[in-house]
């Protein structure tokens, strides 16, 4: 990547509303068959466009093809009946009614593959690609199998192993794992949760990142937040292992959270994607706020590793908001690269 300060999201854009109905999560689809084939396709484009018109440099999918960022990896794996369902904690937060792991798990073909090659046959910029990890998959589930979290939790890093490796092959040149159970289970994910974090990606040639966020701007999310006071450290408990992780880019949410900032120290070293845009508003950021949250990180990353991006994904906003977010996302990564190609000509 050439480009100082390359922007990117942290991965889901909002659907049409032709396709789903729009700033819901797990929006049923509006199409059926062949149409709704075609009409994920088209959404892709769409989608993929409003980010070049935008100027994002490493672009999504903006996960049009998939109702929900974790359900559906899981809805394409064998051994987790969907018909039999429990009512379950997710992420000590909220309760919800998720299948249940009946056998063993395995992916049987892959889930995102087609995708990410029509993507890719649509632009030669590079392309990230999200999938859930291993920690979050087994926080939305109930095991009637394994009896495990860490069993389940290991299964399912292999599966990613096999899907990442295909994504890779596919031309993807980031594969990034959405971990916001990372920022709740602090004992298991450095018992276990990086070290599967890390077999998911065993053997990868291409980037990886790890995106660990305080969830999307839904109702439940932003109750949590309002109980984790002035200051929120969930970063501190896990940053140092992840700094010794084989893990790329870590990947997080700064803008309007109570992070301190300083704490992005704990993972100096590694690409950080800082989240300068708030996906729990509507208020569309100016250039100038995001270029501040930017100069910010700029003390603890290193300005070749700083890559301006989303707190979370997008997909419950309006189309228009996303829209206006996009746009002040890159004008705000370009004040701040124009400061520093002044100051340090030669980056
Ligand atoms: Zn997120």
């Known amino acids: 990547m050439k480009t100082l300060l390359p ?4 991965g889901s854009l909002p659907k049409p509303s032709w396709l789903a109905e729009p700033e ?3 929006s049923p689809w509006k199409l059926q068959g062949e149409e709704l084939a075609n009409g994920k396709q088209d959404a892709l484009r769409i989608a993929l466009q409003e980010q070049q018109h935008a100027g994002i440099d490493i672009v999504s999918d903006g ?4 109702q929900h960022f974790v359900t559906t990896f899981i809805e394409h794996l064998s051994g987790v009946d969907f018909a039999n369902r429990k ?5 000590n937060r909220y309760d919800a009614s998720v299948p249940t792991v009946t056998g063993p798990v395995a992916r049987l073909k892959p889930v995102f593959v087609e995708d990410a090659k029509f993507l890719r046959q649509q ?9 859930p990890g291993p920690m979050t998959m087994i926080d939305t589930l109930y095991d009637d199998h394994y009896q495990s979290r860490e069993k389940l939790a290991w299964e399912f890093a292999k599966i990613l192993n096999q899907e990442a490796k295909e994504l890779e092959a596919a031309g993807v040149d980031i594969i990034q794992f959405d971990e916001p159970a990372f920022n709740v289970f602090f004992d298991e994910v450095n018992d276990w949760g990086i070290a599967c974090l890390e077999r998911a990606i065993e053997g990868l040639k291409c980037e990886t990142a790890v995106h660990i966020c305080y969830g999307y701007g839904i109702k439940a999310n932003t109750d949590w937040k309002k109980t984790l006071g002035t200051e929120w450290r969930q970063y501190e408990e896990v940053f140092p292992k992840l700094q010794k992780s084989n ?20 993972v100096r070293g ?16 100016s250039a100038e706020e995001v270029a501040q949250t930017l100069r910010q990180a700029l003390q603890f990353v290193d300005a070749d590793k700083l890559y301006p991006c ?17 746009n002040a996302l890159r004008a705000g990564a370009e004040i701040v690269r124009q400061e520093l190609l002044k100051e340090h000509p030669c980056l």
Do not use: Y
């Open 247 to 266: 893990i790329d880019i870590i990947s997080l949410e700064c803008h309007n959270s109570r992070v301190p900032i300083e704490l992005l120290e704990l």
């Open 24 to 26: 819901k999560l797990w």
């Open 63 to 66: 996960e049009q093809t998939r």
């Open 7 to 10: 922007t990117s999201t942290a």
């Open 270 to 285: 590694k690409k950080v994607m800082v989240g300068a845009i708030d996906v729990a508003t509507d208020t569309i950021e």
């Open 87 to 91: 009512t379950v904690r997710i992420r």
């Open 310 to 326: 989303t707190n979370c994904g997008m997909a419950p906003l309006s189309r228009e908001v996303a829209r206006g977010k996009l």
């Open 123 to 131: 632009t030669t910029q590079p392309i990230k690609w999200a999938l």
